[in-house]
């Protein structure tokens, strides 16, 4: 199963193009399981899955589908 990342702010850049176009996923990975599995995973804050934002706390229980949209955000900054 592949899913297509959109990496936001500091995390652009952050993976090969190719890898954000179709990350490849074990069938019946979470959330969870595919922020763990990034090198960056300690840096990403918010996530949404087509469009829908999933908190930290339900990443676990978030199953992903092929094809779905999944976006990474890192902390904002500023003041």
Do not use: H, I
Request: charged share 25%.
């Amino acid at each position: 199963m592949k899913v297509q990342l959109d990496l936001a702010g500091e995390l652009e850049g952050a993976l090969d193009e190719a890898l954000e176009a179709a990350y490849p996923l074990e069938t019946g990975a979470t959330l969870e399981d595919l922020v763990a599995s990034l090198p960056f995973a300690s840096r990403v804050a918010l996530t949404s899955v087509n469009g829908e934002l999933v908190p930290p706390a339900e990443r676990a229980g978030r199953t992903l589908s092929d094809g779905d949209e999944v976006m990474l955000l890192p902390p904002v900054k500023g003041g």
